[in-house]
């Protein structure tokens, strides 16, 4: 079978399922990704901030967080008052 | 999926491509003779290549590790297959082995690709970057790591949503998802083994806590934390992105301890324990870090030299055994232990733990062999039938040992070790 070059990726999927858990996880991914940068359209929050607004445990979002500064997505700022935590900010 | 079936004859066979198995392929390239080099992960440099600092220099672990890699990768007598298995290994005659080696797609056609990232950015997924002990995500389409060797992308299928982003945006079109397994038969004269070694799984001690406290984490973890490419943009809490200020060390974690099975040293927690508490004092200048331990064995060259420059940093040392962790509403942590200098049992309040995992025997070069026994020793490690004269040799003519996995060791002693094999197995290559 002749597989155009740069379109590979549908001859695998002629032959190949993509599980449902990939399907939701992307999903779900997605969403809180979302969220998340919306939550920080306007202003700088930090993750307890979020995690508050958003009802996602501390813990997600110190993943996801991560994850989009990793991407480009956010930058950490300025810690707070306290020294305890960051602040952090949309760049995209 | 089909396998296609490939044929190739090289000297000399290197099963693994950490450290020794680098050095030992390496050495036997540079004297002339042929080497495949068999790596199971996407990329060569085993764990050293993760590593922050080494002990007791505080040299840059990726600034020793890469000169080495890279010179690997170049080096025309190496054929390096990564994300590939040795699935057996069969005696051919003398000086004869025939392995039938299994290389899995990677999705990427390596001599295209130009490291550019561009599919990395396009993908739409995030799962847990495992080069990050899933503290931080990546992509289904990625480099395993930035200092990477090769540094080419690859697809994780399994959580690919086969979507075709990667490939509109691949500037040399190196992404093929028609790649299929290969099984190759390969002929070599020798044999070494340079599995390496696992760390300890701490889930095995649910009374330390480890993965229902976000806040206990594992040294391979903190190495990842204290390193250039580390997962987040400091050292934080992963449990709520807090700055730690009272961090605690638990040594010996799943190692000296008969209850999970692995009664002997690592041999390593210690001294890179100090070492993280050294670089944290650098990272957190107003951070306290305390050190629970059975015994510091500081044994090596400079070692305790090492250990003494961390205490006159500031470190705390408590000889004491943890016996149980618990988790406060804020996040801490409490560790209940028996304090060894007054005889009682004390508590004492963290803000972050480290477990320091021990070393246990990677025993999948146990399978290689299917008309032959290649023996053990009494923790599963590689058999050294003769140690102390000959410590390369293994239970079968012909095939040599490097590294970790005949147990425990530092990074200067698998160099050691993989010199050592590298020279028997040259030795064995002339004779045959």
């Known amino acids: 079978m002749e597989v155009e070059k740069g379109q590979t990726y549908k001859y695998l999927r ?53 994850s989009l500064i990793k991407y480009g997505f956010v930058q950490a700022g300025e810690l707070d008052e306290m020294d305890e935590y960051y602040m952090y900010k949309r760049l995209k | 999926m089909q396998e296609a079936k490939r044929e190739a004859t090289f000297d000399a066979l290197v ?22 080099l068999v790596e199971k992960d996407l990329s060569i440099g085993g764990k050293m290549i ?32 990564t994300g590939s298995e040795v699935k057996n290994i069969s005696l051919n005659g003398k000086h004869k082995f025939k392995a039938s080696v299994l290389k899995n797609p990677r999705y990427v056609i390596e001599e295209d690709c130009t490291g550019c990232q561009l599919c990395e950015e396009a993908c739409p997924v995030n799962v847990p970057d495992q080069y990050q002990y899933g503290m931080v995500g990546r992509k289904a389409a990625y480099i395993p790591f930035t200092i990477a060797s090769p540094r080419v992308a690859a697809i994780d299928i ?66 990842r934390h204290l390193a250039p490419t580390r997962p987040f943009h400091t050292v934080l809490r992963p449990g709520d992105g807090k700055l730690p200020d009272r961090i605690a060390y638990v040594l010996c974690t799943g190692s000296r301890d008969a209850s999970v099975g692995n009664p002997i040293c690592s041999q390593i927690c210690c001294m ?47 000889k004491g055994k943890i016996g149980k962790i618990t988790e406060k509403e804020n996040g801490n942590l409490i560790l209940r232990y028996e304090d060894v200098s007054s005889g009682k049992l004390q508590e004492a ?40 004269l000959n410590p390369a040799k293994t239970s079968i003519e012909g095939v040599f040992v490097a590294g970790t996995a005949t147990g425990p060791m530092d990074i200067p002693d698998s160099i050691l070790s993989a010199g050592a094999a590298s020279a028997e197995a040259i030795s064995y290559i002339i004779q045959s």
């Open chain 2, 349 to 388: 309040e963290h803000d972050l733990v480290v477990l320091s995992v021990g070393v246990l025997p990677n025993q999948d070069s146990q399978i290689f062999f299917s008309d032959r026994s290649l023996q053990e020793d009494a923790h599963h490690f590689i058999r050294q039938p003769d140690s102390l």
């Open chain 2, 158 to 223: 399994e959580n690919c949503t086969l979507c075709g982003a990667c490939e509109r945006v691949c500037p040399t079109k190196c992404i093929d998802f028609t790649q299929e397994k290969e099984v190759w038969a390969v002929s070599v004269k020798t044999v070494i083994l340079a599995t390496g070694f696992h760390l300890f799984d701490p889930l095995r001690m649910p009374r330390y806590g480890f993965g229902s406290y976000k806040n206990v984490i594992t040294s391979m973890q903190m190495e």
């Open chain 1, 14 to 66: 002629e032959k190949y399922e993509i599980p449902v858990e990939v399907k939701e996880q992307l999903k779900n991914y997605t969403k809180i990704k979302k969220a998340i940068l919306d939550a920080l359209r306007d202003h700088e929050m930090t993750i307890a901030q979020i995690s508050e607004l958003l009802s996602l445990s501390r813990h997600e979002v110190v993943y996801y967080l991560m």
């Open chain 2, 15 to 36: 099963v693994g491509g950490g450290i020794a198995g680098c050095e030992a392929a390496l050495n036997i390239a540079n004297n002339g003779y042929t080497v495949l």
């Open chain 2, 272 to 318: 890179y324990s100090i070492k993280q508490a050294q670089l944290l004092m650098g990272a957190l200048p107003m951070a306290d870090v305390t050190i629970y331990y059975i015994d510091i064995r500081a044994f090596g060259k400079g070692f305790n030299e090492f250990y003494e420059q961390a205490i006159g940093m500031g470190v705390n040392f408590i």
């Open chain 2, 50 to 81: 993760l590593l922050s600092k080494v002990f007791p220099t505080l040299d840059c672990g990726a600034c020793i590790t890469t000169p080495k890699v890279s010179e690997i990768a170049r080096h025309t007598n190496i054929n390096i297959f």
